[in-house]
């Protein structure tokens, strides 16, 4: 027997409305891409979308239509976001640290019809225009002064407030309505091994998964809460986190390119943030201006919860946040192909009583599964582990925001039970709490057993004067493969490998230590601001361990 309730799509477009309709005046505030502060509320945002979606319908934008945006974090952004979906056409959002040969590879692979792009990638576009046969039409997202100052020499090239000239807005306007399992948004992951690869997420996966988060014991979003995005709206929907702030009536602070540690500052500081999202790299920048500038952020800042992702948050960021900021750092784990939350870090009630140094040991685990996601770790032969803390194996996932397969991929990715696998190795404790040991492609296999680059690089970056460390895998005779640890010094510290070793001593395994220490000036970075590990292979292949 059914159940009688209304059948009403799940649509992202009802965010929203609802939005529009009882969040009106909380505001929307962006460092625009020019420099000055633009502020607009949810009602204007609203207004602006659905003016935007009529002058896309005469654009021939229409449902299943690909829309590209190569964009910083910026309002315009946003209104394409509603705009796109809103009328059931999919948002392809590119990173714009990729290669030219990706983004050439995916703009073409997806068959993008029109691309908006910020104004400073005119130049790229310039380039690389011809290789787009797809796209009939291109927007700067400006002022049109500026669009006209810039000219960019672009063919069917327009700036994107042209678009709204033609438009008034039409109170006779409704968003449609369609089937939930409609694709809304396109991202393709950075593809660090070859050609990058599309998931295309559904109204259903996404407006499901912006429950999820929006839940306290999750990132959590509410009307008192003011969220600044630094997780780039490019990169996985900005981990969900602006559809939450649309349901939730939550603040947004959208920083557009300005990632640099004091503009960052001065946003969490000026505009009360209360919640941040963003990769370690952002906040190591953060650090090192509030050290640089002798900063107090505990007087300053108002910043309840920092959200890391993407890469391990180390313990000394953990702990920095808590004792220089009184901010939480929330640590979570997941991926493009999960939307990508999976498990987020919060403590239980029986957590309460913890030392501070106790609380940061649960802190580093990535945390446990939301509602919604159910995980497994397994062996090699797909045999499931005890979740005793100790047994590792390949973290498998499964749920209604979790990939079923690629965008015009015809292989099924998933096993017998429905469970697609990670790429990530991990444990699982009695209590649920995921800790990811490694991304598979990573883990040193020493000696017929496993040593973590995670846990090495997390201890080394606690050593004084070392500002960021990677560790890779080098061929051993006898070992099979033995740890290079390689470092970015802080400005003007001292620090050799000798004191790196001392400082290691008693803090890992003796037989993780590193065979070498080396120093270099900076590291690479990947297209998501992580470290760039197989540059790292490269470039470090023929170094000769000492014997
Ligand atoms: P890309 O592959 O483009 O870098 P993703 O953001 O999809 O993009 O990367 C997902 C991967 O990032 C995960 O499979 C995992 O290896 C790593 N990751 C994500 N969050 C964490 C975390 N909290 N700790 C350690 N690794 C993480």
């Not at 990173?95 to 703009?107: A, K, T, W």
């Not at 006779?172 to 295309?200: H, I, M």
């Not at 803390?389 to 096993?415: C, E, H, Q, T």
């Not at 760039?532 to 470039?539: A, N, P």
Request: glycine fraction near 8%; hydrophobic fraction near 40%; proline fraction near 6%.
């Amino acid at each position: 027997m059914l159940g009688q309730m209304q059948d009403k799509p799940l649509l992202i477009s009802s965010l929203l409305e609802h939005a529009e309709r009882f969040h009106p005046n909380v505001e929307i505030v962006t460092k625009t891409v020019e420099g000055p502060i633009h502020r607009c509320n949810w009602r204007e945002l609203g207004e602006r979308s659905r003016r935007l979606a009529i002058a896309l319908q005469k654009q021939g934008v229409k449902h299943g239509s690909m829309v590209a945006t190569l964009a910083t974090n910026t309002y315009r952004h946003l209104e394409l976001y509603f705009a796109v979906m809103g009328l059931g056409a999919v948002l392809h959002t590119i990173n714009p640290r990729l290669s030219p040969e990706h983004l050439e590879y995916i703009v073409n692979h997806a068959e993008d019809e029109i691309l908006f792009f910020d104004l400073p990638f005119a130049p790229l576009i310039e380039k690389l225009q011809s290789r787009f046969p797809t796209v009939r039409r291109f927007y700067a997202l400006a002022n049109q002064d500026s669009v006209e100052t810039a000219a960019p020499a672009i063919r069917d090239f327009a700036g994107y407030e042209t678009l709204f000239d033609d438009t008034p807005a039409d109170p006779s306007f409704t968003w449609p309505q369609f089937d939930e399992r409609s694709a809304s948004t396109l991202c393709y992951t950075s593809g660090t091994t070859g050609n990058p690869k599309g998931v295309l997420y559904s109204h259903r996966s996404t407006v499901l998964h912006n429950h999820v988060i929006s839940l306290s014991d999750s990132l959590g979003s509410s009307a008192d809460a003011t969220i600044l995005l630094v997780v780039p709206l490019f990169h996985v929907n900005a981990w969900g986190l602006p559809y939450a702030a649309a349901m939730t009536g939550a603040k947004l602070v959208l920083p557009g390119p300005h990632l640099d540690g004091k503009s960052i500052y001065d946003l969490l500081r000026d505009e009360r943030v209360t919640l941040a999202a963003g990769v370690p790299t952002i906040w190591q920048m953060l650090f090192q201006h509030v050290d640089a500038n002798g900063l107090k952020p505990r007087e300053d800042l108002c910043l309840k919860d920092a959200v890391v992702g993407g890469s391990a948050a180390p313990r000394m960021m953990i702990e920095r946040f808590d004792r220089d900021f009184g901010t939480f750092l929330l640590h979570a784990w997941g991926m493009t192909e999960m939307s990508p939350l999976g498990v987020v870090c919060r403590l239980l009630p029986k957590h309460a009583d913890l030392s501070p140094s106790q609380r940061y040991d649960i802190q580093m685990k990535q945390g446990r599964a939301v509602y919604g996601v159910q995980i497994k770790i397994v062996d090699d032969d797909g045999q499931r582990q005890p979740h005793d803390g100790k047994a590792s194996g390949k973290l498998m996932v499964s749920g209604p925001w979790i990939i079923g397969r690629y965008f015009k991929g015809d292989d099924n990715l998933l096993d017998s039970e429905g469970f697609f696998d990670t790429g990530d190795i991990a444990t699982i404790d009695e209590d649920g709490y995921v800790t990811l040991v490694d991304r598979s492609k990573d883990v040193i296999k020493s000696g017929g057993e496993w040593i973590s680059s995670i846990d090495l690089e997390n201890a080394a970056v606690g050593c004084p004067g070392i500002a960021m460390a990677a560790v890779i895998a080098l061929p051993h005779p006898k070992w099979q493969e033995r740890p290079l640890l390689i470092c970015v010094k802080k400005p003007g510290a001292e620090v050799d490998k000798a004191a790196v070793l001392a400082y290691l001593d008693g803090k890992i395994a003796k037989w993780w230590t590193p065979d070498d220490v080396v120093f270099v000036e900076s590291l690479p970075l990947t297209a998501t601001g992580k470290i760039y590990k197989l540059g790292l292979r490269q470039v470090f292949k023929d170094h000769e361990l000492p014997a």
